[in-house]
């Protein structure tokens, strides 16, 4: 049995085990694709303190190489179902089944779909999630971005250095983005904000994007945009499904202050749980202590 | 007016001075001795993720680079006394005083003194706070360290390096340090454990620390121990007399998860709240959330 299953290899799962490891706790970490999670497909990263500019990517090697480095175990597979047999955590994978007295959830969140006519036939044929990843196909094209948070208006400025002009599009009229990221925004040149606007339609031509239809809020005015790429940036859905414990009604896990669940011995970090800020700093606190109050449990656990 | 004032420049004031900056909100730092605070008097810091092991002072030089290459001003100057005007919060410092929109406390926390005789007397004369920097002075003799947390068998393991012998006195019989650190403590052959035992005074020869008294509490009797430094770690007080919102009974800031104290618009990080953990990695999740959560009372904030 393991004293802890860690489940996802972000940076708050990673934190996770950096601390477990040092607590010498008999410690698992499960990733399903890519250690690193979200963040490792970012272009850059500028808020975390100790490094003024670095890839996501890169950042996650370090914390990789750390958590490595204090011999903590990584297996590739994925979690399917978290029973509790008595207060054992049973944990269903693809490879077959693991018992722990602890698991820290860690699985962070998913960007969110739209759900409108096109979206999800042309996703890979011109409509992305993710600007680092499919941005340089759009070189020197027309590109649309969808969305007003921090993503869309830092994502709308990475690509304004590739593409040859981007929409913003927003259905508000005020952005809620970071005023830095807004502000490069404004100075690209090439830029276009359409606020007020909801796109309604993704519309293909020989199977690749070709057009998007964008209606106007006020003026319920429809109008048809020649675009070659859509970005959209709408928010996250956790990936918590596999999990039986307190949610809000977006799906993010309840925890209190100690990262505890509903559940006795399970705990939340990051981006799955009810936070006020997805960032590596605050995933990165919340690691800390979720395994520093997991070590805490463990002392006293007592299979029953 | 400045719309933030940050006071204490360690690692979470730090964090919350880039997120700041990033916000492009008008910010300064005050710091009274030497950014960096507390860790930066930290022999090596080996969990805060992205860095496998750097000195603290290393960690936090790192930390300031980044916070002004965002451009944070940092002044040295010391808050006396913060004051509300309607909801300006006034400032008032060494230099003068000051008024800001929003004030975020990372003043930290000092170590906790004993309080036995001798140890007043003899601080700097042998009685000692702070491993690193005063270590170095008792190589080749013999030394005690006091407490039981994770401060006490750190430092005890890194004077071990230095000093002929280490006397670990802790009043209790077991230690609730982290198990990696007690495992070191114990491979050290020159660590000497006496649990169940309180340091009672501190007895001078020309002026410096010569002879430590301790008592068993199991068996009331008390023994001279020839040591010619004594280390004390047995917690810490926060640096919280300045300012008036809530605290709880050890003097450390109550907030809620987004680092809100019982005054709109005042936010603790770090050491100096009631926080479970005190880390690096903690303090600087927490500055990044009182910095946003900072940005949106400041976006709404009217003089009144």
Chains 1, 2 share one sequence.
Do not use: W
Not at 19 to 35: D, F, G, H, N, P
Not at 49 to 68: C, N, R, V
Not at 200 to 223: C, W
Request: aromatic content about 6%.
């Amino acid at each position: 049995m393991f004293d802890i299953v860690i489940v996802g290899g972000g940076p708050g799962g990673l934190t996770a085990g950096i601390y477990a490891q040092r607590s010498r706790l008999k410690t698992l970490l499960i990733e399903k694709e890519m250690v690193g999670g979200q963040i490792a497909v970012s272009d850059v990263i500028e808020n975390y303190p100790g490094f003024p500019s670095i890839s996501g990517a890169g950042l996650m090697e370090k914390f990789e190489e750390h958590a490595k480095g204090l011999g903590l175990e990584i297996r590739l597979d994925e979690v399917q179902n978290i029973a509790l047999d008595a207060n054992v955590k049973v944990l269903k994978t693809t490879e077959g089944e693991l018992r722990a007295k602890a698991v820290i959830i860690a699985t962070g969140a998913k960007p969110r779909r739209l759900g409108v006519p096109g979206e999800k036939e042309l996703t890979g044929k011109g409509v992305s999630y993710c600007a680092t990843c499919d941005g340089p196909f759009f070189r020197g094209r027309n590109v649309m971005v969808v969305g007003g948070g921090d993503t869309a208006v830092k994502e709308a400025v990475y690509l304004s250095k590739l593409a040859a002009k981007v929409t913003l599009v927003h259905r508000r009229d005020g952005f809620r983005a970071e005023r830095m990221h807004l502000e490069r925004a404004e100075a690209a040149p090439n830029i276009e904000f359409v606020t007020n606007s909801v796109l309604k339609e993704i519309k293909a031509e020989n199977g690749v994007v070709a057009k998007a239809v964008i209606e106007n809020l006020k003026t319920s005015k429809a109008e048809e945009a020649p675009v070659e790429g859509v970005f959209i940036f709408v928010g996250i859905n956790p990936t918590t499904d596999f999990v039986d414990v307190d949610k809000d009604a977006g799906g993010f896990i309840k925890t209190n202050q100690l990262m505890e669940t509903s559940v006795a011995g399970i705990y939340a970090v990051g981006d799955c749980r009810t936070t006020p800020l997805l960032q590596v700093a605050t995933a990165v606190g919340d690691g800390a202590i979720a395994a520093h109050a997991a070590d805490g449990y463990i002392e006293t656990f007592k299979e029953r």
